[in-house]
């Protein structure tokens, strides 16, 4: 998919409720966007979803961790049928084209620091950093190593991870532009540091669940979370 631009900030009312007088950005590709243009960015931001999911409870069941939160946003494919008079001004100003039966992409708005978490080629290993790397890692092993999530962009508050716009690199590249295939898997786990939340997560270079042999141990649980983990509710 080619660039996009968010070009339009507003509030949202939907008849089934989902972004009833919900804060949203609208977001357009570069080009005419057709119907149906959208769909990989919305399965990757659906997959994210699922995955993110049996990650809480992953941490949950082998890491005591309760106060964390991974969640991707809910993309929205609209088609233009109608602009007012003020919108079509408004374009020509700003040198952008609206077409008719245009497919744009409707997302809520993120508030906060915006900020790229886990690059395609990897992260470090401080707090917040090593859970969203420990769920890059989780997709891998969930998946059965057919793919990475990557590029975990979005906000974080009060240890909710909210992110937007992921990437996938897949063995059989299907997920997009972004998508490097093998390749972007293997350079994933050159990069990627494994930290105690990655202990029996598999790999690509052995499938094992030790230490990768060129890295150090993990930092233990105290490094990285000198607090410690919550009690269980």
């Not at 609206?98 to 992260?123: M, P, Q, W, Y």
Request: charged content about 25%; aromatic content about 12%.
């Amino acid at each position: 998919m080619r660039v996009f631009k968010i070009f339009k900030q507003g509030v949202v009312y939907h008849k089934r409720d989902y972004f009833t007088r919900t804060d949203v950005v609208v977001k357009k590709q570069q080009g005419i966007a057709k119907p149906g243009d959208w769909k990989l960015y919305i399965d990757r931001c659906t997959t994210g979803q699922r995955l993110a999911s049996k990650f809480i409870r992953h941490l949950q069941t082998n890491h005591n961790f309760y106060q964390y939160k991974v969640r991707f946003v809910k993309p929205i494919e609209a088609i233009i049928d109608e602009w007012s008079s003020v919108t079509a001004i408004v374009a020509r100003f700003l040198k952008f084209k609206l077409g008719k039966d245009e497919a744009l992409l409707i997302e809520e708005r993120l508030h906060g620091k915006f900020v790229t978490f886990v690059t395609n080629c990897g992260s470090g290993n401080n707090r917040d950093i090593a859970v969203l790397s420990a769920f890059a890692h989780f997709t891998y092993h969930e998946s059965g190593g057919e793919l990475v999530f990557c590029n975990l962009q979005g906000v974080e508050d009060q240890d909710v991870f909210t992110l937007t716009n992921p990437a996938i690199h897949s063995k059989d590249g299907t997920y997009g532009d972004t998508d490097l295939g093998s390749e972007g898997i293997d350079v994933f786990f050159q990069h990627h540091v494994c930290t105690a939340l990655c202990i029996n997560l598999s790999r690509p270079d052995d499938d094992s669940t030790g230490p990768i042999s060129n890295q150090e141990p993990p930092p233990p649980y105290e490094e990285l979370f000198p607090d410690g983990p919550p009690p269980v509710p």
